[in-house]
């Protein structure tokens, strides 16, 4: 059950996700796209403010499925993209310190971390945004080789 809520919830995010990478900037949008954008981000405040911690507690349950993990992974990326847009900050963490709780945090079961990382590497905000927090990509080579190590 918990599977399918959160393959629900990673539907609903990636779609406000690509909706608000869609649309145009501020100064292009009509009224009717700056009240949709509002609403999007409204929706994106409730599902940071009471699904990522659960999320995050979720991921530490050793028999956490991988969907948990694809969830973790793309409110991650969300908050990257978001930055890279130049978007009001949702998360309260920066990417860096997600990518730490998700990847190398030892109560999180190697399978959830490997999965999440599989996820992000993907994703060239995440990847960006981490280089720009950083200056490289050591965090994201940290997380595989512990991944590797554990799994």
């Given at each position: ?21 869609t649309s145009p900037s501020q100064m292009l949008e009509t009224a009717e796209q700056a009240a949709d954008k509002s609403k999007l981000v409204k929706l994106l405040t409730q599902l940071w403010t009471i699904v990522y911690p659960a999320i995050k507690s979720l991921s530490t349950n050793l028999t ?88």
């Open positions: 059950e918990i599977s399918t809520i959160c393959t629900a919830l990673n539907n609903l995010l990636t779609r406000a996700r690509i909706l608000l990478n956490a499925p991988p969907q948990v993990s694809s969830l973790a992974a793309d409110f991650v990326i969300q908050s990257a993209e978001n930055s890279s847009r130049g978007g009001q900050k949702l998360a309260k963490e920066s990417v860096l310190d997600m990518i730490k709780y998700f990847g190398l945090n030892k109560l999180v079961t190697a399978n959830t971390s490997a999965a999440f990382l599989g996820r992000l590497v993907h994703n060239n905000a995440v990847v960006d945004r981490v280089r720009a927090e950083t200056g490289d990509h050591r965090l994201l080579l940290e997380v595989l080789a512990l991944s590797c190590v554990h799994y």
